[in-house]
């Protein structure tokens, strides 16, 4: 009785195992297929044509200089708030937590249009803007603005968890030996936390480079001045399939790359805890 409840359970086992597996190769089938089915399109000397079209050049040149602007900007502002928020306690935290969330669920055209109401021609802020000759909007600074608004969630998140992570004992013993509490961010918490930071500042890149929605809502799609690689990609479906592709192509290598760096770094911080 006993040997044949083990043969039961055994079984049971492994079917488990099995539809485990299957249903794991299947989400693979899901989510490779589609990826691979880019890089069949096209051959390699039609991708390197692509890439070197003027429209490909400059929409890559254009999301390479925005995204990085954008995430200077992020990282700037947002350590700060992080900070202050992993820290302290005060009214309305939770308020400013939850704004500070809100664009990572926020459809990108609702962001595009908020923006577009705030800084356009007409906007609440943009018709005072317009008084001076300052246009915000279809301008390459609406592109920006329109990644910071998108993207700066995934660095203030990551780095309020960075911050709590570091152990609050390092700062005050650095305080007690005479350090400021300016000297103590920079020379104590900043250092400690630095790995998790540097996977936000990524994912925050990352995310500013793939922006789309908001993007062609609040900056438009013209080349050269707002048309990034998503939206180059978008236009050129029509036109120039390849050059879709080839941007395409890019940005799926870039994002695998930028997972493969944040689960790297991410370990390291492991090993190193």
């Known amino acids: 009785m006993s040997q044949a409840r083990t043969k039961h359970h ?22 490779t297929i589609p990826l691979v089915s880019l890089f ?13 079209s003027p429209l490909a050049r400059d929409a890559l040149s254009l999301s390479l200089i925005t995204a990085t602007f954008s995430t200077i900007v992020v990282v700037i502002l947002g350590t700060p708030l992080a900070y202050v928020n992993a820290r302290y306690s005060y009214p309305g ?35 005072y803007l317009n008084v001076f000759g300052i246009q915000i909007a279809f ?5 920006v603005i329109a990644q910071i608004f998108v993207a700066s969630p995934f660095f203030i998140r990551q780095a309020r968890s960075s911050f709590e992570a570091v152990d609050p004992n390092y700062e005050a013993a650095s305080r007690t030996l ?41 900056a438009g799609n013209f080349q050269g001045k707002t048309q ?15 050059v879709s592709i080839a941007l395409a192509i890019l940005l799926v290598v870039f994002s695998f ?13 492991n090993a190193y805890a």
Do not use: C
Not at 40 to 52: G, K, N, Q
Not at 257 to 269: P, S, T
């Open 40 to 52: 069949t399109r096209v051959s390699p000397e039609d991708f390197i044509t692509a890439l070197s």
């Open 257 to 269: 790359a930028i997972i493969l760096a944040v689960k790297y770094i991410g370990r390291k911080e």
């Open 139 to 143: 301008t390459t600074l609406a592109v």
């Open 178 to 218: 005479g350090a400021t509490p300016i000297q103590t961010f920079f020379k104590v918490t900043l250092p400690l936390a630095a790995s998790s930071l540097l996977s936000g500042i990524i994912m925050t890149f990352a995310r500013a480079l793939g922006e789309f929605g908001a993007t062609l809502m609040f």
């Open 228 to 242: 990034t690689m998503p939206l180059a990609i978008y236009s050129e479906l029509q036109s120039d399939m390849a």
């Open 93 to 127: 935290r939770d308020i400013v937590d939850t704004l500070t969330d809100l664009p990572i669920v926020l459809p990108p055209t609702v962001a595009g249009l908020a923006l577009l109401m705030a800084f356009g021609r007409n906007g609440l802020l943009g018709q």
């Open 10 to 31: 055994h079984a049971s086992r492994i079917g488990t195992k099995a539809i485990v597996a299957g249903l794991i190769f299947l989400f693979l089938i899901f989510i």
